[in-house]
């Protein structure tokens, strides 16, 4: 097999190997005397390009035998189309026999230089054919490529799948009162609900065929498609680099949508190439999908709002039922002292806790002062050499007014002040006692002089 290709042929043929190299990874040339055939398929099976030449586009076609096949990685051969073709005067591929290892590529440029690269192939490849009829398709449309990419501006760069949704065109003019009135094709963008959409902008796009479109076919019941944009946005450079436009085939949710240049009026008859894009569809129909959800919501929109309103009831019942005559069963204490606790609760919790603290302190300085002012009471009385055997003595004094403050304390109606949920309350009150041992200590009897 060899064959030659130069001027206007040589930059289609390196926009063919541009597009095919951004479908798939492997490039399948299959040789034969009436026409040059290279295919790809996609990892994911999900796409598949073909594009055939004819004889009489390169410049030297020959094959020996009845037919050739083999394939090449599309990164090596994008490689060898990395010098601009501008500057080369004509590119030959050639194959020494069916079971040679290697492809070579050679490059002759304009200033003499001669580039020559030897790609290993597979003799044996695996072949996908698919064959699909243009004319089963109910559904289709032409446009522009200019068109074409004025209207996918409109979505962001990340989008990964487009849904086109397609209806009757009617006889009747756009309605002005209607913002879609007339418009019987709507672009949509396609969002995965299984994954976090938050962030992600959803745009729908309504187009009136009788302006973007070139030609459009559809009868019947609306009928919608969901695609890759990657392999649309391929198909789409190439086309534009060809100046042809692109035409759109398709059926329903689930089929195929098949992609062609649009050579004139002839549909590609005077052509000496054509290209043809199949891509699978998503098999779930964003129509039946929109309509089914909008049933549900209406049908629970009623019941919905009651049961919001009774269980909203229920909960009020029941956190007037889960409060606990005992403080601490419901309250979530953190201790300073222990330095392994974990600190929980909310800001209003810990106000409260703080305000706790506060008010301990303030009943402690208060015990404390009157404490003091028993004992002065005392030493006072006992230098006058004087005691009231009915008066009370001044740890009796101390015990009631800490009971006083304690009544106080608990009389503010907040469960998480109770003294008894503070891990140190124990370790408090025994350090209180402590302190009241060390006040009522007999005092040594003031000096007194010789009378």
Known sequence: MEFAVSGNALKTFARCLACLSRIGNELVIQASSHQLAFHTLNSSRSAYQSITFMPNF?????????????????????????????????????????????????????????????????????????????????????????????????????????????????????????????????????????????????????????????QYTHSGDPVDVTFGVKELKAFLSFCEGCEVDIHLFFDKAGEPILMAPKFGLDDGSGSNFDA???LATMLVSQLQLANSSEHQQAAASIPGQNGNRTESQGQKERRRMNVSEHPSDHTRVWSELSGSAVRSGSGAEERQVNGQRNMNGSAQRVIQKTST???????????????????????????????????????????????????????????????DRELYVQSTPPYCGEQ
Not at 376 to 389: D, F, H, L, V, Y
Not at 393 to 399: C, F, L
Request: hydrophobic share 35%; glycine share 4%.
């Open 373 to 435: 002012m028993h004992i002065s009471k005392n030493t006072s009385a006992r230098e006058n050499g004087s005691e009231a055997p009915t008066s009370r003595h001044p740890m009796e004094h101390i015990h009631l007014e800490q009971a006083q403050v304690r009544s106080q304390i608990d009389g503010q109606g907040f469960s998480q002040r109770h003294p008894s949920n503070w891990v140190d309350a124990n370790e408090g009150d025994d350090d209180d006692e402590g302190d």
């Open 276 to 278: 043809t894009l199949v």
């Open 58 to 214: 390169f410049d030297v076609y020959t094959v020996s035998g009845a037919q050739v096949q083999c394939s090449v990685l599309l990164k090596a051969v994008c490689a060898v189309l990395r010098t601009p073709t501008a500057s080369i005067d004509n590119l030959t591929v050639q194959l020494p026999n069916s079971d040679a290892p290697k492809v070579q590529w050679t490059l002759k440029c304009y200033n003499g230089m001669k580039k020559a690269y030897w790609i290993t192939c597979n003799v044996e490849p695996d072949i996908q054919h698919l064959s699909l009829d243009r004319r089963r398709f109910p559904s289709n449309f032409v446009v522009r490529p200019r068109d074409l990419n004025r209207l996918l501006s409109n979505f962001q760069s990340s989008l990964q799948e487009i849904t086109v949704i397609a209806t009757e065109p009617t006889s009747l003019p756009s309605d002005a009162a209607s913002e879609i009135g007339g418009k019987a094709v709507e672009l949509r963008s396609y969002i995965d609900p299984t994954k976090d959409n938050d962030s992600t902008l959803h745009t729908q796009l309504w187009i009136d065929p009788t302006e973007e479109f070139v």
